[in-house]
Nanobody, 126 residues
Framework: HVQLVESGGGSVQPGGSLRLSCATP????????MGWFRQAPGKEREGVAR????????YYGDSVKGRFTISLDNAKNTLYLQMDSLETEDTAMYYC????????????????????WGQGTQVTVS
């Protein structure tokens, strides 16, 4: 049974930082694509960042480039999202997800069928 468990959300002032974690106990694959999504009330789901487990290559949404960093600790089987220079527009529920390799190379991350999802962690910037 694959579980993705997010943590690290909270409230922060604009310009502040937060680090989200996504523990993946029981995740059976050493390859594939892992990512972070977010969804704010009344808005569509947005793909924030992706990391390809095979090479560590990373990809970011335009709204977070230069401010957010996705990383993966393979030894701990934990995915991270370091969020710096936070803006009020970053307020949303954040979800981690995992799936097949090709999901890291598609045009619109938000529309892709990732196989496994966490329950979400709230980030509020105000």
């Amino acid at each position: 049974h694959v579980q993705l468990v997010e943590s690290g959300g909270g409230s922060v002032q604009p310009g502040g930082s937060l680090r989200l974690s996504c523990a993946t106990p029981g995740y059976p694959y050493s390859t594939g694509c892992m990512g972070w999504f977010r969804q704010a009330p009344g808005k569509e789901r947005e793909g924030v960042a992706r990391i390809y487990r095979g090479t560590g290559a990373t990809y970011y949404g335009d709204s977070v480039k230069g401010r957010f960093t996705i990383s993966l600790d393979n030894a701990k089987n934990t995915l991270y999202l370091q969020m710096d220079s936070l803006e009020t527009e970053d307020t949303a529920m954040y979800y981690c997800a995992a799936g097949k390799e090709y999901l890291c190379f598609t045009r619109n991350m938000a529309l892709e069928p990732f196989d496994y999802w966490g329950q979400g962690t709230q980030v509020t910037v105000s």
